[in-house]
């Protein structure tokens, strides 16, 4: 069973910055993608970024160039580097794996970390 855990969320102010994690354990085949979602309250869960593990990455536009998502692929790590936030980041922040199986492809989640951007 694949499980995933994020940390690094929290309070900062706006034009700060933050660094979420999310490690994943269990067994996981070496063709996926990982990525980070957000849901805001009251609002849909969007898609933030995602990076393949050949290193393909996507973001969104309201992201791009403040937010840089890497991987540790020795580690199924994901991280996701956050700058000059402002207080429409406010979320929960959610990390995504979905997996190739012989079968198709499988998706897990984590549980969700809260960032807040408040003055």
């Known amino acids: 069973q694949v499980q995933l855990v994020e940390s690094g969320g929290g309070s900062v102010q706006p034009g700060g910055s933050l660094r979420l994690s999310c490690v994943a354990s269990?067994?996981?085949?070496?063709?996926?993608?990982m990525g980070w979602y957000r849901q805001a309250p009251g609002k849909q869960r969007e898609l933030v970024a995602t990076i393949s593990n050949t290193g393909i990455v996507n973001y969104v536009d309201p992201v791009k160039d403040r937010f840089t998502i890497s991987r540790d692929h020795a580690k199924n790590t994901v991280n996701l580097s956050m700058n000059s936030l402002t207080p429409e980041d406010t979320a929960v922040y959610y990390c995504k794996l979905v997996v190739v199986t012989v079968g198709g492809t499988r998706a897990y989640w984590g549980q969700g970390t809260q960032v807040t951007v408040s003055s």
């Open positions: 269990g067994s996981i085949s070496s063709d996926y993608v």
